[in-house]
């Protein structure tokens, strides 16, 4: 199973961007939704988690500005990105998190302006 990633691009300060991360086929098993990010130069960072039990988890810096959702019949996974801010540049790595292993997206950049 693959997971494509999309919706990124470059946007002023202030906008916003919804990235979607789409599942190939089926996976069995999911704990976790998850978003995370990496900026140039640095590690990459969990962003925000969608469990299965249905509980949602934002990282401090995103808190507030973005909202992540789920479509358990399309096999896919959102994250709405509001009042971006320039520190938000990174690429965006969608992943699904289940019991026996971790699946990847291949990440989109997003690129915000001052």
């Known amino acids: 199973v693959q997971l494509q990633a999309s919706g990124g691009g470059l946007v002023q300060a202030g906008g916003s961007l919804r990235l979607s991360c789409a599942a190939s086929?089926?996976?069995?098993g999911i704990w976790h939704r998850r978003w995370y990010r990496q900026a140039p130069g640095k590690e990459r960072e969990?962003?925000?988690?969608?469990?299965?039990?249905?509980?949602?988890n934002y990282a401090d810096s995103v808190k507030g500005r973005f909202t992540i959702s789920r479509d358990v019949a399309k096999k896919m996974v959102f994250l709405q990105m509001d009042n971006l801010e320039p520190e938000d540049t990174a690429v965006y790595y969608c992943?699904?998190?289940?019991?026996?292993?971790?699946?990847w997206g291949q990440g989109t950049q997003v690129t915000v302006s001052s």
């Open positions: 992943n699904i998190n289940t019991k026996w292993k971790d699946f």
């Open positions: 969990w962003v925000a988690t969608f469990s299965t039990g249905g509980s949602i």
């Open positions: 086929g089926t996976i069995n």
